[in-house]
């Protein structure tokens, strides 16, 4: 479900420029999510305030960051004022986890069927996450599964977000 006006435990999407963003939308095509205008993923939290993932860790910021860019806030239709509060509660558990490229990597090659022994354990033993993993992370923890197609858990990517919450 789409909005305009975000509520805590919606997901923001948006799109990051430069060499960072060209980066992230090469890896979401890799996955198969296309090229399209969605590179990064972000918790709506209480108080005008988000959670994101970051190269320096996962930080809470001010939603005013993102005043004047174009935002398209999700959630899933449904979502309860107590699932809400349980996904922001979750999210502050995840402050400072460390960021890493090589999660779009593993997901390309869980997507290819590659076999490489232990990469499910893997992606769940670094501790690091991408945006959209971290996000997922937090409605899960919820007791939210957003997808029921049976990806494993941290197989997300900004784009498989709009495609499951923006269509």
Request: net charge neutral; hydrophobic share 40%; aromatic share 10%.
């Amino acid at each position: 479900m789409k909005h305009t006006h975000p509520l805590p435990g919606d997901i923001g999407l948006t799109q990051i420029s430069g060499v960072t963003g060209r980066l992230i939308r090469f890896g979401q095509w890799i996955n198969g999510d296309g090229f399209a205008n969605y590179e990064h993923a972000f918790l709506v939290l209480p108080d005008d305030r988000l959670l994101e993932a970051e190269p320096g860790g996962a930080r809470i910021r001010p939603l005013s960051q993102y005043a004047g860019a174009d935002v398209l806030y999700v959630c899933p239709k449904g979502l309860t004022e107590q699932q809400r509060s349980g996904i922001c509660k979750a999210a502050t558990r995840y402050v400072g986890v460390p960021y890493s490229f090589l999660d779009y990597a593993a997901i390309a090659t869980h997507r290819f069927h590659l076999p490489v022994p232990g990469l499910r354990r893997y992606i769940a033993a670094t501790g690091h996450m991408i945006c959209s993993q971290l996000v997922d992370q937090c409605y899960q923890d919820a007791g939210v599964h957003l997808f029921a197609d049976g990806r494993w858990p941290g197989y997300v990517t900004p784009m498989a977000l709009y495609e499951l919450l923006a269509r």
